[in-house]
């Protein structure tokens, strides 16, 4: 019986994360991301947010009650950064190594925080849409 109960409980949960998501928001969503696991949703006033994995990537995208894309957010490894960037990142940072990135996306702007370390310091690096770099942060390690 408590099996029967816990079940009914984590249906209803999953049944309501997405319950107050407009229709063309889930439908631009399932038309994009056929392949999403783990959708969580998060409903506000004027948008909604949803976070899921896509290919080992953490993502979160964010819609307009009419299922337009507002923005995005990703965090992956630099293998999946774009080739040109993994050469630009290596020549002028050659002593450090790629500890994560963040792609945000709004619009048509893309740009990428890519985090470097070596043994004494964490670096920030912003890459844009034209591949401008700078250096955001810099951080000495304890």
């Known amino acids: ?7 009914a409980a984590v249906l ?6 997405f319950a107050n998501t407009p229709e063309k ?14 959708v969580v949703w998060t409903d ?4 909604s947010t949803v976070k899921f994995t896509q290919q080992g990537i953490s993502t979160f995208v964010k819609y307009d009650d009419e299922g337009n ?5 990703r965090y992956y490894a630099a293998e999946q950064l774009p080739v040109d960037i993994q050469c630009k990142l290596k020549k002028k940072f050659a002593d450090k190594s790629v500890f994560g990135i963040t792609e ?7 740009n990428y925080f890519v985090k ?3 043994a004494k310091n964490w670096t920030t690096v912003k890459i844009d849409n034209t591949r401008n770099m700078e250096v955001t942060e810099k951080y000495m390690k304890p």
């Open 1 to 7: 019986m408590k099996k029967v109960i816990l079940f």
């Open 12 to 17: 209803m949960i999953a049944g309501s994360s």
């Open 25 to 38: 928001t889930l439908k631009a969503f399932k038309t994009t991301f056929t392949d999403a696991e783990n």
């Open 44 to 47: 506000a006033v004027d948008f």
């Open 69 to 73: 894309f507002i923005s995005s957010r």
């Open 104 to 110: 945000y996306t709004v619009g048509d702007e893309v």
């Open 116 to 118: 470097l370390e070596d």
